[in-house]
């Protein structure tokens, strides 16, 4: 029950602190995040369009990056090009001109391909025949790659 002027004050300040503490900052909850750039090459080209994904075991979400025409990427997991999971991550690549049922390859987003290569499988109808397969799929890429804090710039990941 309120009384006056003052308890109102108090009481709404009071409900203010509280609900401050319930929210909190989102940001200060997620795990350590460091800066990761590469480069994609199979055969010692550059490979444009790729689809590349960081998976850590236990974290949240993955951490995605698509390689430009000179094969060059930089990941992202919650916002733009703010990196990877501090640790040991696995990678697959996933790279494709064969269009799966519905869409065309050109039309897929990074997150189409995060979920392909999560999914242990590549979608009917789609081939990786740009690189091999074993790199797009979770279960089968040789892929692995530490992120440390300070973050790394310019690593190479070079496909056989």
Same mark, same amino acid.
């Given at each position: 029950?309120?009384?006056?002027?003052?308890?109102?004050?108090?009481?709404?300040?009071?409900?203010?602190?509280? %609900?401050?503490?319930? $929210?909190?900052?989102? $940001?200060?909850?997620?795990?350590? %995040?460091?800066? #990761?750039?590469?480069?994609?090459? #199979?055969?010692?080209?550059?490979? =444009?369009?790729?689809?590349?994904?960081?998976? /850590?075991?236990?974290?949240?979400?993955?951490?995605?990056?698509?390689?430009?025409? !000179?094969?060059?990427?930089?990941?992202?997991?919650?916002?733009? &090009?703010?990196?990877?999971?501090?640790?040991? &991550?696995?990678?697959?690549?996933?790279?494709?001109?064969?269009?799966?049922?519905?869409?065309?390859?050109?039309? %897929?987003?990074? !997150?189409?391909?995060?979920?392909?290569?999560?999914?242990?499988?590549?979608?009917?109808? /789609?081939?990786?025949?740009?690189?091999?397969?074993? #790199?797009?799929?979770?279960?089968?890429?040789?892929?692995?790659? =530490?992120?440390?804090?300070?973050?790394? $710039?310019?690593?190479?990941?070079? %496909? =056989?």
């Amino acid at each position: 029950m309120v009384h006056g002027p003052r308890q109102l004050v108090v009481s709404v300040f009071a409900a203010s602190l509280l %609900l401050a503490g319930c $929210t909190g900052d989102a $940001t200060k909850a997620r795990p350590p %995040l460091a800066p #990761y750039s590469g480069i994609v090459k #199979y055969k010692g080209k550059p490979v =444009e369009g790729a689809s590349v994904t960081f998976i /850590m075991d236990g974290m949240p979400r993955t951490s995605m990056g698509m390689t430009d025409a !000179e094969g060059r990427f930089k990941l992202t997991t919650y916002d733009t &090009n703010d990196g990877a999971f501090v640790g040991s &991550n696995k990678v697959t690549v996933v790279k494709s001109t064969t269009a799966v049922p519905g869409k065309a390859a050109a039309d %897929l987003k990074p !997150e189409d391909m995060a979920k392909m290569s999560m999914s242990g499988a590549l979608q009917p109808g /789609m081939q990786s025949d740009v690189i091999p397969a074993k #790199y797009a799929d979770v279960k089968t890429t040789t892929l692995k790659y =530490e992120v440390v804090a300070g973050g790394t $710039t310019d690593k190479a990941i070079d %496909l =056989e």
